[in-house]
Each structure stands twice: as structure tokens, then as C-alpha cells.
């Protein structure tokens, strides 16, 4: 009843300090009032809690959480919503923070969920937060308050806090390890080459598809999508993908067919690994150029 108490307190000081010839309307209105604070007893007292937080999108820059928030109002009277205000830290470290209005009611006797989007962006995320480097998971505390307004004595701050993890991505390192020939001949080139991968990262993740270029010497000779799966565990694992390649070589001049009967290659490999994760899915790129032998049949 404390919090009660207070509130009316707030409302007779303000009323003694009022003309005498408003002393009546505004006891009226105490009245009224008090009707709404018996229904905001400690008992029906309106609260808030986070009943889930996803992550809604993630790439090298920046990521997106959601936090949907449960807002319980067990009292008769329905509930205005008014604002929120919200606070991201790592430990003692606050990293993003701000408030927005908000619209709507929480009916009596019932609930209501507000989503609270709050986008991360990394390099201020690395540069508040020390000691925190690209390819960790940093742990976080979300402190935030919905108001409410029961109609008197100003608007209500329902406190809410989550405990939770973001990664912070970075791409595989690349490795292209050797291009091999089944057949090659003025009109066919076909056979295959196998990259090596390396996860930075310091969570796991399973490699579900990847879209890909490739140059060979200057020229595109292949540019595909191919669905693969390889599990990939963190701070180091590794994985290797074969990619299969066919096209003509009389089709992209002679230069090309002699590049590739000799010992070496240029190459430019460059795509983007869609990956399942612990946080769901990203895309994360991965690319490298360089020299590889080239093993005819």
C-alpha cells in the first residue's frame, strides 16, 4: 500500500496549495481517483516481465534484437501504455540505450505483449565494451521500463530486465586447395575444386548452402549455388567443401584452355555461406584470391 499512499500524498499537497474555491472540484476528483488506486493495490499492482528475445537479423555490421515483453495489468481498470525506455550492457559497460512512445492499452484484467527492437551496431558495440574483440559472444543485461497511465498522479514505470548472449560474427577464413581435372579439352573442362574452411567464430555452426564465383585467370568459369552440409565447430574448426566444375573452355578463348593445362592458376573465389547457428540462421561471406595447381586428368 506504500506506493498507494505515496501517490495521494503527491495529489493533497498539490490541492492545499490550490485557491480555496478549487478545494471542492478537486476533492471530487480524489474521489474519483481513489476508485482507480483500490483497483492498483500491491495485489493488482500492473507488471512487466520479457517473455522471449530472438534475434531478428545479423550481419558483419550490426544485429537486431527483439524483446517481447508481457505487460500484466490484473487490476478493473484498463491501462494506457505511454512510453519505454531501455538499457543494453555488457557487465558494467553500457553500450545502447534509448526510449520511444508508445500507443495502445492494456485492457483490465488482462495482458498485453510490446515487442521492443533495439539494433546493435558492432563497432560501437567493440568500442564501449573493452576486451570484447569480432568472432566473440558477449553476454548482456537488458534493463527496460514500459509506463503505464492510470489516469492520476502521473504515469507508472514498470521495470523489466533479460539476461542473454549476441555474437559477434566474422567471415571463415578461406583456403582454396587444389583444382583438379577430370577431363579437359578445347571443348570440355570438367572436374572439381576443394576449399578448406576455418571458423573463427566462438560458437559452432552447420553450413547449409553456399552461392559462389569463381575467376580463373581473370575470366568467370563458374557461378553457382550449391546446397552442402558441413559442421563446423568454434574457435577453430574446420570444414572442406567440393565444388564441381563444367563449362567450355573453346567458349571463353584459348588463352583460357592454356591457363588451365599449366601447372599453376590464377584464381578469385568469392560467395556467401548460409549457415545454421545457436543464435539462427546468418549469411556470412567468404572470399579469396591467390594461385593453385592445376592437376589435369
Known sequence: MLWVFETMNRILNRSFRC??????????????????????????????????????????????????????????????????DYRLASGAASFLSGSAALQGVVPAGSNRTVTLPARVVFADLLQLAKGIKPGSVVPYTLEAGLSVDPGIAGPIRLPATWSGELPVPVPPTLELKEIRWDRLTLGEASGHLDLGLVNPNAFPFDLRSIDYQLKLGGTQVAAASLAQAVSMGASGGTGSVRIPLSFSPTRLGLAVFRMLTGSQVNYDFSGNLAVSTPFGPMTLPVGKTGQTASHGP
Open 19 to 84: 485557491c480555496r474555491h478549487r478545494v471542492v472540484p478537486l476533492c471530487l476528483l480524489i474521489l474519483a481517483g481513489c476508485s482507480v488506486l483500490e483497483n492498483l493495490t500491491p495485489a493488482r499492482k500492473p507488471s512487466a516481465h520479457v517473455t522471449r528475445a530472438r534475434l531478428d537479423s545479423i550481419d558483419l555490421q550490426s544485429a537486431t534484437l527483439q524483446f517481447d515483453v508481457a505487460v500484466e495489468n490484473p487490476a478493473s481498470v484498463a491501462l494506457p501504455l505511454v512510453n519505454v
